[in-house]
């Protein structure tokens, strides 16, 4: 075997020993174990910093609540519909209605809204953005929702969209969380 070879060997030893016990002996370790051994006067001990060591022991850290049962901001319902108007309107002022275009672009348009309403950066409010894209033709739709909700603290901002060819509603819910 190659001095290369054998330095090679040494290091994946060491390299397995420190991953079980997290350091080893850099002086003729292999010699300490065996009976009748000549033990030499001093031993040195390498350790890797770099390799994570055992998770530190004890309580895991709680936090306190903050007990916060108001929000120090209202929900800014007028803001976010005109960004629901905004968004809406560039996006489908000049599409037609094509099944496989709306379903897309129904998800395009609630994540850019979720991104817009987020940069508002309104404390401790879940957004929630639910956008329907229909075909304009002869017929009816009602749509409704249910969740719990707080009326002093919790609101909506919806918005209608219309072109020759579509339909679209835009419901943007702010729910606080306490």
């Known amino acids: 075997m190659s001095d290369k070879q054998t330095s090679d060997m040494a290091r994946d030893k060491a390299a397995r020993l420190l991953k ?39 309580p895991p850290v709680r936090l306190e609540p903050t007990y916060q049962l108001a929000p120090e901001k209202k929900f800014p319902v007028s803001k976010v519909k005109h960004i629901l108007m905004d968004v809406l309107e560039s996006y489908l ?17 609630s994540e850019v809204v979720k991104a817009r309403v987020k940069d508002l950066l309104v404390k401790r409010y879940k957004v929630i ?27 909506f901002s919806s918005y ?19």
Not at 160 to 178: H, I, M, P, R
């Open 20 to 58: 079980k016990r997290g350091s080893a002996s850099s002086l003729m370790s292999s010699e300490y174990g065996r009976p009748g051994a000549r033990k030499h006067g001093s031993v040195s001990t390498v350790s890797f910093i770099d390799e994570p060591h055992e998770p530190m022991r004890g």
């Open 93 to 109: 002022a000049e599409e037609k209605y094509e099944p496989e275009l709306c379903r897309q672009m129904t998800k395009t348009i």
């Open 129 to 155: 953005v639910l956008i329907h894209i229909g075909q304009l033709k002869d017929q009816g739709m009602k749509m409704g929702s249910r969740c719990l909700w707080d009326p002093n603290n919790d609101t």
């Open 160 to 178: 209608e969209f219309t072109n020759n060819s579509l339909f679209a509603v835009g419901n943007v819910y702010g729910v606080y969380y306490e």
